[in-house]
């Protein structure tokens, strides 16, 4: 385990970064969900995630501070920081694409963040530990959100199948970064990885969808190598802090 003062700084920004940029690309459909009740549901999602995100980045500032480094703010580290310091994984900042996208996205990742906080509880890090415990409630909402919406359309018409499948094609490959160890990560990720797979096989049985067997997997995301669309997510979510710094209203 890495315990070293970067380290903590560094790993506490990856998990603010991802919760995040995966806040701001929900967002999106604020307004736009399949019905009212569940646009109300993916904005909920969003305000956790947020939340998660504002109690990360407030820890980071105060470690950057503490060590005389320019000082920061929860808000000048989510807005005023460029595409090669965000941490965040990949998958998170992909485009929405269609609802089963979302949905299928969401689980993947409230499944990796729940087994996270899990192990994170027992962190000898006592802020880290409290953000996990605080945080883990509602991890547990969004697992069971998202994964009765992966069996309702893996298991219903042939067409929420079909873009459930379709869904599956594009996200499946990023899903490997999760359990890739970054040099600052203070929990051992890779061992995450048979329960998370354990969930997830048992949620696709259900929703009648096939496991991949492709083993090729992205990274890059948690050391700042980014896609092509992590530029337009920031230039849209800073744009408003990069046109007037500092203002308050």
Not at 41 to 69: H, M, P, S, V
Not at 176 to 197: N, R, S
């Amino acid at each position: 385990m890495n315990l070293t003062s970067t380290s903590i700084i560094d790993q506490t920004l990856h998990f603010a970064d991802s919760c995040l940029i995966l806040g701001q690309k929900n967002s999106e459909w604020c307004a736009h969900g399949p019905i009212l009740e569940q646009d109300i549901a993916i904005t909920n999602i969003t305000l956790d995630l947020i939340g998660q995100a504002r109690n990360f980045y407030q820890y980071a500032a105060q470690l950057l501070n503490a060590e005389n480094k320019e000082q920061h703010t929860e808000d000048s580290l989510a807005y005023l920081r460029n595409e090669r310091a965000f941490k965040n994984f990949l998958i998170c900042e992909l485009p929405n694409g269609d609802w089963a996208q979302t949905v299928l996205r969401q689980f993947f990742f409230s499944t990796y963040q729940q087994l996270l906080f899990e192990q994170l509880e027992k962190s000898s890090n006592t802020q880290l530990s409290a953000i996990a415990i605080k945080s883990i409630k509602e991890t547990h909402y969004h697992v069971k959100w998202s994964s009765e919406w992966v069996i309702r359309l893996g298991d219903g018409t042939e067409e929420s199948h079909n873009r459930m499948v379709f869904a599956l094609e594009q996200l499946w490959s990023y899903t490997g970064e999760f359990f890739m160890p970054a040099e600052y990560d203070c929990i051992d990720v890779a061992a995450l990885k048979a329960a998370w797979l354990e969930i997830v096989k048992a949620v696709f049985e259900e929703a009648t969808l096939t496991m991949p067997e492709s083993s090729f997997m992205q990274s890059g995301g948690k050391n700042g190598i980014h896609t092509e669309h992590m530029g337009f997510v920031l230039a849209e979510m800073q744009s408003l802090q990069r046109a007037y710094p500092g203002a308050e209203w």
